[in-house]
Nanobody, 119 residues
Framework: QVQLVESGGGLVQAGGSLRLSCSAS????????MGWYRQVPGKQRELVAV???????NYADSVKGRFTISRDNAKNTMYLQMNSLRPEDTAVYYC?????????????WGQGTQVTVSS
């Protein structure tokens, strides 16, 4: 099992910045992909950004140029630096870790952290 704990959410004005962290613990396997997803009430959870254990990244078009995903494999921690925040970035942000271990696909989620951007 892998446990994921997010932190760093909060209330910020439009144009401001926040940095989210996701700390992973437990039976963490190599060659995984970690990512940030977000969800607002009544809508499906959507991808924000993902990063492989090798550092390859991918971003949703809506956050390109504003958000930066990174990870510190030695600390088993992933980050999301969010700049130039907009009210439409308001959502619960979830951390995800997935990959193959012992011939099984594994998919883990954190409990989420609220990000609110006021106009």
């Amino acid at each position: 099992q892998v446990q994921l704990v997010e932190s760093g959410g909060g209330l910020v004005q439009a144009g401001g910045s926040l940095r989210l962290s996701c700390s992973a613990s437990g039976s963490i396997f190599a060659n995984n992909v970690m990512g940030w997803y977000r969800q607002v009430p009544g809508k499906q959870r959507e991808l924000v950004a993902v990063i492989s254990s090798g550092g390859i990244t991918n971003y949703a078009d809506s956050v390109k140029g504003r958000f930066t995903i990174s990870r510190d494999n030695a600390k088993n921690t992933m980050y999301l630096q969010m700049n130039s925040l907009r009210p439409e970035d308001t959502a619960v942000y979830y951390c995800n870790l997935n990959g193959w271990s012992s011939s099984r696909y594994r998919d883990y989620w954190g409990q989420g952290t609220q990000v609110t951007v006021s106009s």
